[in-house]
């Protein structure tokens, strides 16, 4: 009898969890061959009952979870900041927390600091503008005198502004190093004058390079492109004013992904490819491995490190679904209902294979990632349909690298020649 019928006809009423369990361990049994019939019976006996035990084991854990969820709400509320500073708030990542905090802390007042420069768009901050309780003072975190008169005792920083676009670090790298190293010394500098309870600041996973293993808070950093460099230099500033008694939570998150991202950014601007019917540009062989967190996963991190996080801690933000660049072009393409179709252009230098990240600090303080990719591409479509999309896309500087410009020679998958594909 075949296994995986042998399985389904001892454990017809498992549920999915113990059956997806089971046909996978069997399977690898199956694979390698190691047991003969009698002893791979027994041995799926025994497996069946670990299963089982595991998955009742995890449903504890599940529903603990929820109840942990429910009581974190209740601790937050009692634990609120009077006031919170997010700098970068108008920005992408900052305005879903700027939305975030006002949810969690009722009575909080929220100071948005943001340079509004092209990535921003104080259109994000609509819904929290309808609060009455956010503010939004136009601002760069490198200029002192705005930044410090923002600052008051006891006040919890979300430090977000940052140059984050990886191509245009290569065409202005000491941009990213003023913005990312000096803004953040600069404002580190205030915190600790203003008497700040604690700053959380926003990395990211890019600080550790090219990993073909997870690494865990400890690893050490090898940045390979000015941006990485320039937020791993910054982490350099975070540890200065921890030695100075300043609390610092830091986050190295995955990708982010969400409603308001900038198009210049991998996802939202396949998605706008897709629906403009034109290939999607794949640097290098399209394999490279990227890692996706949606934005709103990466909030209730926040909201789990802010309540139960010890101080001066950091942590890694892994996402729940890692995929091929060409397979997020795919992806995205079937959720729109269009063909996967590709240009291969220059791959641009140090484009690392791949990012990978050990989660588990943060998930022993109970979180885990939740959204798929597919379901962060569904919520950007869906925002753009009801007007909550950033500003229309505005164009490269004509100065980023040659690297950017597609082969002539590039074909589409079903080997027709593609269109020279252009910027939209």
């Known amino acids: 009898m075949p296994t995986d019928r042998l399985l389904i006809d001892i454990a017809p009423q498992k549920n999915r969890r113990e059956q997806y369990c089971l046909i996978s361990i069997t399977a690898l049994c199956r694979k390698y061959n190691q047991y003969t019939k009698q002893s791979h019976l027994l041995a799926l006996a025994l497996l069946q009952g670990l299963c089982a035990m595991i998955c009742r084991v995890n449903e504890e854990l599940m529903s603990r979870n929820e109840t942990d969820a429910n009581a974190l709400a209740g601790n937050m509320s009692q634990n609120a900041p009077a006031r919170i500073l997010v700098t970068g708030g108008a920005g992408f990542i900052g305005s879903h927390l700027v939305d975030a905090v006002l949810s969690w802390f009722p009575s909080t007042q929220v100071t948005v600091l943001d340079a509004l420069t092209y990535a921003a768009n104080p259109g994000n901050l609509r819904e929290a503008r ?18 410090q008169p923002l600052i008051h005792p006891d006040m919890l920083i979300l430090h977000l502004a940052a140059e984050t676009h990886v191509p245009r670090s290569f065409a202005d790298p000491a941009l990213f190093d003023r913005v990312n190293r000096g803004g953040t010394r600069i404002l580190l500098e205030a915190a600790i004058a203003g008497k700040a ?16 293993f997870p690494a865990d808070e400890t690893a050490p950093l090898a940045p390979t492109s000015p941006y990485a460099r320039s937020k791993a230099e910054a982490e350099c500033e975070v540890e200065a004013a921890r030695a100075r008694g300043l609390d ?9 992904v969400g409603p308001r991202q900038h198009r210049e950014k991998l996802v939202p601007r396949f998605i706008v490819l897709a629906k403009a019917g034109k290939p999607f540009p794949l640097e290098g062989d399209g394999r490279q491995q990227r890692t996706f967190l949606a934005v709103s996963d990466l909030a209730r991190a926040v909201k789990v490190i802010l309540d139960r996080g010890p101080k001066n801690a950091t942590y890694n933000v892994a996402g729940s679904q890692t995929l091929s660049v060409m397979e997020v072009a795919c992806l995205i393409a079937a959720v729109l209902d ?6 291969h252009v220059g791959d641009r230098p140090n484009n690392d294979r791949a990012y990978m990240l ?9 979180f885990q990632p939740g959204k798929q990719l597919h379901e962060a591409v569904q919520e950007i479509v869906a925002g753009e349909l009801t007007g909550h999309s950033p500003r229309p896309l505005l164009p490269l500087d004509a100065s980023l690298p040659a690297w950017s410009s597609p082969r002539p020679e590039a074909v589409m998958r079903d080997g027709t020649r593609a269109e020279a594909w252009r910027r939209p």
Do not use: I, K, W
């Open 197 to 212: 309870q604690r700053v959380v600041h926003f990395s990211t996973d890019e600080v550790y390079g090219s990993r073909l």
């Open 130 to 147: 309808a609060s009455g309780r956010m503010r939004l003072v136009h601002g760069s975190v490198e200029d002192r005198e705005t930044l």
């Open 248 to 256: 610092l939570t830091v986050l190295r998150p995955s990708n982010v």
């Open 358 to 366: 050990d989660g588990t600090r943060l998930a022993a303080l109970g």
């Open 338 to 343: 269009r063909r996967c179709q590709f240009v």
